[in-house]
């Protein structure tokens, strides 16, 4: 079964303090992986798209990277307007309709 | 990208109605999708709903309890009928509006069953 698991499930950081988020993947074939920041009540905002292992993609403070089975969120010198939930898609070869989301890591930056 | 409006925002709703939500997309899209977020849970896709087609659920989603219609490339909507409880949620519409299948939500509509 395709699944995808983020750790952790919170995290608190203090202004200034990089760190990176994780999110492990066990699905039949790859075809991309997506990176989401959302706001309280709002809708998931795109990040990122990567396709394949070795691929880095970055924007301003965060820069995402792709494995063969994990993908890490960097956030380097996080600033308060950080903190959001960081959900991460798979989205699957077999159907390309479909993202399979994880359940998202809770970010607060503190000043 | 693709500027995506839902309708209405928040509603709170008696079980045994039902209620519609809208979606309108700024710019043509094949590409539909209807997601719920539960409270503090990730999403799930409903349904997706292409325009000339009938939508196609997810396993545990049924058309008698979530309706949707697409009557054309910019609009669609979904209903969520006979309501209780346990549908209490933030339901989400998403599209593709380009060929590298990049997902654009719109803001939600955050529903609460009484």
């Known amino acids: 079964e395709d699944q995808v698991t983020q750790s952790p499930e919170a995290l608190r950081l203090q202004e200034g303090e990089s760190s990176s988020l994780n999110c492990s993947y066990t699905?039949?074939?790859?075809?991309?992986l997506f990176w989401y920041r959302q706001d309280p009540g709002k809708g998931p905002e795109f990040l990122f798209t990567l396709y394949s292992a070795g691929e880095e993609k970055e924007k301003e403070r965060l820069k995402a990277t792709l494995t063969k089975k994990e993908s890490f969120l960097h956030i380097t010198a996080p600033k308060p307007e950080d903190s959001a939930t960081y959900l991460c898609a798979v989205q699957t070869i077999y159907n390309t309709d479909k993202l399979i989301f994880g359940t998202g890591t809770r970010l607060q930056v503190f000043p | 990208s693709a500027v995506i409006s839902q309708k209405p925002s928040r509603d709170i709703c008696q079980r045994g109605t039902s209620l519609t939500i809208q979606c309108q997309v700024d710019?043509?899209?094949?590409?539909m999708f209807w997601y719920r977020q539960q409270p503090g849970q990730s999403l799930t896709l409903i349904a997706t709903?292409?325009?000339?087609?009938?939508?196609?659920?997810e396993s545990g989603f049924v058309i008698d309890k979530f309706p949707i219609s697409r009557p054309n490339l910019t609009f669609s909507t979904l209903t969520v009928s006979n309501m209780s409880p346990e549908d209490s949620s933030i339901y989400l519409c998403?599209?593709?509006?380009?060929?590298?299948?990049?997902?654009?939500f719109g803001p939600g509509t955050r529903l609460t069953v009484l």
């Open positions: 710019s043509q899209v094949t590409m």
């Open positions: 998403s599209v593709v509006p380009g060929q590298n299948w990049e997902q654009f």
């Open positions: 709903a292409n325009q000339g087609s009938e939508a196609t659920y």
């Open positions: 699905v039949s074939g790859l075809r991309g």
